[in-house]
């Protein structure tokens, strides 16, 4: 079965520091992986994904993140945080059609990133 | 805008009461998801459709629970006698179909209908 870890409820950076938000996954296939990002009371917008192509996907806004097969991790990075990077990230898992699921989206609790001046 | 849109985007309810949602999808899209995002948790899985068929649906959509899409375009989700605990964020998703055995599906989400059940 699939899952996502999101190691830390809540960061806090200050602005124009490193942002690492950290994401374990768990898939009985190649996964297929992404990271959306929600600002408040809005839907998910996608900032990057993992498709088995490059293991270093760029993404939106600045923010990247590494495949890393041997450590099950696919963790988002942005090397200076802005005030408007203040939001909350969701990293997710798919099988897509290889797993055999209809590609549903498994996701983790989320990271809330806040961004002090 | 091209984008996915629901409606209404927040509903107040008292509990008992019925409620229903509509997404419309990007219009080229066939594959149509619903998610619930509860406080403090990420989206989880409800139903999904591929053109007007109901393809899937998890556990924790109960029988109080029924989506429709009719003609394969615009989504509906009713909730019957509504509980305090259905109290959430639901998204709604849209996809262009999976092709061919090594493929993936990038959902397009829309903004949420947020629902307080009081």
């Known amino acids: 079965a699939q899952s996502v870890t999101q190691l830390g409820s809540h960061v806090s950076v200050s602005e124009g520091a490193l942002v690492l938000l950290r994401c374990n996954y768990s898939?009985?296939?190649?996964?297929?992986l992404f990271w959306y990002v929600q600002y408040p009371n809005q839907g998910l917008q996608l900032l990057l994904k993992?498709?088995?192509?490059?293991?270093l996907v760029k993404g939106i806004n600045g923010f990247e993140a590494e495949f890393k097969k041997s450590e099950t991790s696919f963790h988002l990075t942005k090397p200076s945080a802005h005030m408007s990077d203040a939001a909350e990230y969701f990293c997710?898992?798919?099988?897509?059609?290889?797993?055999?699921?209809?590609?549903?989206?498994?996701f983790g609790k989320g990271t809330k990133l806040s961004v002090k001046p | 805008d091209t984008g996915v849109s629901q409606d209404p985007r927040h509903k107040i309810t008292k509990r008992g009461q019925n409620v229903t949602f509509r997404c419309d999808p990007i219009?080229?899209?066939?594959?149509l998801y619903w998610y619930r995002q509860t406080l403090g948790q990420g989206p989880e899985f409800l139903t999904y459709?591929?053109?007007?068929?109901?393809?899937?649906k998890s556990r924790l959509l109960s029988d109080r629970f029924s989506a429709e899409r009719p003609k394969g375009s615009f989504s509906t989700l009713e909730i019957q006698r509504t509980e305090q605990g259905d109290s959430a964020m639901y998204l709604c998703?849209?996809?262009?179909?999976?092709?061919?055995?090594?493929?993936?599906?990038?959902?397009?989400f829309g903004p949420g209908t947020r629902l307080t059940v009081l």
């Open positions: 998703a849209s996809s262009l179909p999976l092709a061919g055995v090594r493929s993936y599906n990038e959902q397009f």
């Open positions: 898939s009985s296939v190649p996964p297929y």
């Open positions: 993992y498709t088995s192509a490059a293991t």
């Open positions: 997710a898992v798919s099988e897509g059609r290889y797993g055999g699921s209809q590609g549903n989206l498994i």
């Open positions: 219009s080229e899209h066939n594959r």
């Open positions: 459709f591929q053109n007007e068929a109901q393809l899937e």
